[in-house]
């Protein structure tokens, strides 16, 4: 449930379980049509793809800190001068996004590559998710305009993810261009938990908690980058001075954040501490895809989202014979009688259809609050 200026939004997803499939998926034109990317973002300086783009109704969210807390068993490695989850051999081989603007898809699928990684004790280049898959369904136009890990968080939680085996990446000729989606590609595994925060550009304390339940995916600003060292800044640990003063409006690409190092120096300014930055502008580009955004650099921290450490696991196997009834999906919000800041009154009404007598039950009803102090 997300609040802003007197709007809530509020995510509710109906499942049931049968026997034999006799409920189509909701219409794609439902949940295609968006408002997350108001203007089309061309590539970066030097041809890289980019393409966060946050969405109208949480750009204005008060910040969700609250609650970012240490994994069980890792509250002395958030203390740590030092942690990467790469050396630990955790994070996927880095990809290419091309000229395309699927930063924010490329960031969301690595990023549950490591969560199922850490948390089934397996290497990353063991198994591969398929971002083309989710690129095919959003169009959004065309692949320049943009997007967030909002639509991914929608896609993941309704679908599930696919192989790259069984939907490989293919990097169009014209980064306009998408591929057809498939509705009967095998879903492996949704995700049931995922936590979007506000803006941490100076909270280095939530990020790293946050990352000691796995990498964790944020926006930056490249254009500042390019702008304080133009060829340079991808082997370079940027400083704190290259500051961006609106990163809810100037941030224009999503990365991975897989780790820190309090002691690393900055390339100018005589600060010292940088997050190691996983992107996904291919091997050769900076050290091996990485780089070091000094913290409190280029906007970074801001609309970081983690998968939490709980009892409840974050996801699971897709079940084939599960068919989502009814989505309110992430991005679209309604009026529902705001009161003020602490309170407000809600309604929201859904007719499931009749299921036949004995095929058919209710699995679950799910309410996502898109933020947690939401």
């Known amino acids: 449930m997300l609040h802003r200026n007197g709007y809530l939004v509020l995510v509710i997803v109906f499942l049931a379980c049968f026997v034999p499939p006799i409920l189509a998926q909701d219409p794609l034109s439902e949940i295609h049509s968006s408002d997350a990317s108001p203007r089309i973002f061309g590539p970066a300086p030097d041809g890289h793809g980019r393409g966060f783009r946050l969405p109208e109704y949480a750009a204005d969210v008060r910040p969700g800190k609250l609650g970012v807390r240490p994994a069980p068993g ?107 989606w498939d509705p009967t590609n095998p879903y492996v595994t949704s995700i049931r938990n995922w936590h979007f925060l506000g803006d941490l550009t100076t909270d280095n304390t939530a990020i790293k908690n946050a990352l000691t339940h796995g990498p964790v995916t ?30 809810k409006t100037q941030n224009d690409h999503d990365v991975v954040v897989v780790g820190w190092d309090d002691n690393m120096p900055h390339a100018e300014g005589g600060a010292f501490g940088a997050w190691k930055v996983r992107n996904s502008w291919g091997s050769s580009w900076g050290y091996g895809g990485y780089c070091w955004i000094g913290y409190g650099a280029a906007g970074i921290g801001y609309g970081t989202s983690y998968f939490p450490t709980a009892t409840e696991e974050v996801y699971e196997d897709r079940n084939p014979n599960m068919t989502v009834l ?44 898109a933020y947690p102090n939401a």
């Open 74 to 180: 890792m509250e002395k490695a958030a203390e740590d001068p030092a942690f990467d989850w790469e050396s630990l051999g955790k994070c996927p081989p880095v990809r290419n996004q091309g000229g395309t603007g699927t930063c924010w898809i490329h960031a969301s699928v690595g990023q549950l590559e490591s969560r199922v990684a850490i948390r089934e004790g397996l290497t990353t280049t063991s198994f591969e998710y398929s971002e083309q898959d989710i690129g095919n369904f959003y169009p959004l136009g065309n692949w320049t305009a943009g997007g967030n890990g909002h639509l991914v968080a929608t896609y993941l939680s309704k679908f599930g993810t696919v192989n790259e085996s069984d939907e490989p990446w293919v990097v169009p000729a014209n980064s306009s261009s998408h591929g057809e």
């Open 218 to 247: 944020t926006s930056m600003c490249t254009d500042a980058c390019f702008d304080w060292d133009y060829e340079n800044w991808p082997t370079r640990v940027v400083p704190a001075t290259v500051q961006v003063l609106f990163p």
């Open 326 to 369: 009814s989505y309110d999906n992430g991005w679209n919000g309604s009026a529902l009688g705001w009161v003020s800041w602490s309170s407000a009154q809600m309604l929201n009404v859904y007719t499931i259809p009749a299921l036949p007598p004995d095929t058919n039950y209710l699995y679950a009803i799910d309410i996502c609050a």
